[in-house]
Each structure stands twice: as structure tokens, then as C-alpha cells.
Nanobody, 118 residues
Framework: QVQLVESGGGLVQAGGSLRLSCAAS????????MGWFRQAPGKEREFVAE????????TFADSVKARFTISKDNAKNTLYLQMNSLKPEDTAVYYC???????????WGRGTQVTVSS
């Protein structure tokens, strides 16, 4: 059973930065891909970024490329999302998620709120 707990959300002005963390537990994560998703009010949840636990290959949504960075600390079993140059449209609840390399995302955290004021 994979447990994921996000932290680091908050209120920030446009142009500012935040770093989200996701503490993962419950198993070894080799063979996994970890990702970040977000859901804004009235919108569907959308993909933000993901990274392979071994190898570190990363993928980003076009809307966050060049502004967001995804990273991990294998020793701490922690996933990060560094968000720079934040925009009001980045306001959402951000979720951490896990999947096997070849599967769909199946484990989700409870989310952390990010609010960007204009």
C-alpha cells in the first residue's frame, strides 16, 4: 500500500515561487513513476509533471514547462515540485500520485492548496 502526503502549498503573489513536497511510504519505489497533478475549481484534474523513480526522466505539461521543475530524493522517498514564475492560473489543489512504469496512476495523496494572487 502506497501512502502519499503532500505539503508546501500556500498563498503566493504572481511571479513568486513555491516548492511542494510529497512524502511517499509503504514500499520500495523502484519500478515506479511519480507525478504531480492539479485541479482548479470547476475544472478537471490535469497532469502537471512526472518523473521516473530510477533514472529520473521527467515529463511536463506544456503549461508549466520552463517554470516548474520536478525532482526526487530517493533516500528520503520524497518527491518535489519547484514552481517558479507562478501565475494566477496555476491556482489549484496539487496532488501527488504514483504508478508502475507501465500502468495508470493508482495511488493519490490528499492534495495541497496553491493559491496565486494577481
Amino acid at each position: 500500500q502506497v501512502q502519499l502526503v503532500e505539503s508546501g502549498g500556500g498563498l503566493v503573489q504572481a511571479g513568486g515561487s513555491l516548492r511542494l513536497s510529497c512524502a511517499a511510504s509503504g514500499r520500495a519505489f523502484s519500478g515506479y513513476t511519480m507525478g504531480w497533478f492539479r485541479q482548479a475549481p470547476g475544472k478537471e484534474r490535469e497532469f502537471v509533471a512526472e518523473i521516473t523513480w530510477i533514472g529520473g526522466g521527467a515529463t511536463f505539461a506544456d503549461s508549466v514547462k520552463a517554470r516548474f521543475t520536478i525532482s526526487k530524493d530517493n533516500a528520503k522517498n520524497t518527491l518535489y515540485l519547484q514552481m517558479n514564475s507562478l501565475k494566477p492560473e496555476d491556482t489549484a489543489v496539487y496532488y501527488c500520485a504514483a504508478r508502475h512504469y507501465s500502468g495508470d496512476y493508482y495511488s493519490w495523496g490528499r492534495g495541497t492548496q496553491v493559491t496565486v494572487s494577481s
